[in-house]
């Protein structure tokens, strides 16, 4: 089965800097990765996801690269803001046509944006 | 307003009491999961469900049961709790996938459970 490793399990940036997180996954076949975000004491939510088709997405300051020859790929945030400080989690799935079925997640990384 | 809704939010209990966490999505959504939290474990699936009457272990049922009925509702039954199931447990669903479908799993609000 899949396994989503994720580093650093802690981050801390000051306010401006970039900050990234990386994923490696185990099963080739995996091909949608997704980034949750989970603030204090608040439900995980997407904040953006690629396919195994692109290699790249961005979305204002936040950005993800895959790079499937290495099963590696790593979440950017660029210009952090403290309210980018949450705990962010990785994960890997193989979708299928009728859906996908076990979404394994990495063990997630909290950030700490200081001012 | 579109939301997971999962009861109890909060609730301790004792070894070996049978318990039932509900969760309710008013989304129609095919997709359900339940997930445990565990501090440097990450979110760990403990079973899901594809659709009515079909559902699948994740990565920890052990302890668990669950069933769908309903489309809405997939509750989550500890049959006999031990202190080892203490964790923050999320429900989650998602829009059937079809190729490039929506995947966006949308989250409860979390079920803190403590097992003395």
């Known amino acids: 089965g899949e396994n989503v490793e994720q580093h650093p399990s802690t981050l801390s940036v000051q306010e401006g800097d970039s900050a990234v997180i990386k994923c490696t996954y185990s099963d080739s076949a995996s091909n949608y990765f997704p980034w949750y975000k989970q603030e204090l004491g608040k439900r995980p939510q997407l904040i953006i996801d690629i396919r195994s088709n692109v290699g790249e997405k961005k979305d204002q300051r936040i950005a993800v690269t895959l790079n499937k020859t290495a099963k590696h790929f790593s979440l950017h945030i660029t210009e952090t803001q403290p309210e980018d400080s949450a705990v962010y989690f990785c994960a890997a799935i193989r979708m299928v046509n009728t859906g996908f079925q076990k979404l394994v997640f990495g063990t997630g990384t909290r950030l700490l944006v200081s001012p | 307003e579109a939301q997971v809704t999962q009861n109890p939010r909060y609730l301790i209990t004792v070894t070996g009491k049978k318990l039932t966490v509900t969760c309710s999505q008013n989304m129609n959504h095919e997709y359900m999961s339940w997930y445990r939290q565990d501090p440097g474990l990450g979110l760990r699936q403990i079973y899901y469900?594809?659709?009515?009457?079909?559902?699948d272990k994740g990565d920890v049922p052990e302890g668990y049961k669950v069933s769908r009925k309903e489309k809405r509702n997939f509750p989550l039954i500890l049959e006999s709790p031990s202190p080892n199931q203490t964790s923050l447990y999320f429900c989650a669903s998602s829009f059937d996938l079809q190729g490039n479908g929506k995947v966006e799993l949308f989250f409860g609000e979390g079920s803190r459970l403590t097992v003395l």
């Open positions: 469900s594809m659709n009515v009457e079909v559902t």
